[in-house]
């Protein structure tokens, strides 16, 4: 079983960056991969970033691509996306998620999952 806590999210002007964490913990003898998703007001989940559980691979959205960053300290337990030139349409809750390793790269599809956080409400406004 593991626990995914996510935290960083706050209000930021347009251009500004924010950095959101992950903190992952619990017991297991698995390998997860780690997926960053949003959902914005109104809207279905979808999918920002993924990154492998030993942090060589990593996927983007096409419209995060070059913006954020995502990565992941392996000996902490965390994950992080770094989220630079925000625009409002990135105002959404931001989750991350596990998926148990049964294949070398990551996915962003939510079906995947099997394990989610809470979530954390980033705001990009003037």
């Known amino acids: 079983q593991l626990q995914l806590v996510e935290s960083g999210g706050g209000l930021v002007q347009p251009g500004g960056s924010l950095r959101l964490s992950c903190a992952v913990s619990g017991i297991t003898s698995d390998y997860y991969h780690i997926v960053w998703f949003r959902q914005a007001p109104g809207k279905g989940r979808e999918g920002v970033s993924c990154i492998t559980h030993d942090g060589k691979y990593t996927d983007y959205e096409y419209f995060v691509k070059g913006r954020f960053t995502i990565s992941r300290d392996v000996t902490k337990n965390m994950v992080y996306l770094q989220m630079n030139s925000l625009k409002p349409d990135d105002t959404a809750d931001y989750y991350c998620?596990?998926?148990?390793?049964?294949?070398?790269?990551?996915?962003?599809?939510?079906?995947?999952?099997?394990?989610w956080g809470k979530g954390t409400l980033v705001t990009v406004s003037s």
């Open positions: 998620a596990a998926d148990r390793v049964v294949q070398p790269v990551c996915v962003m599809r939510a079906e995947y999952m099997d394990f």
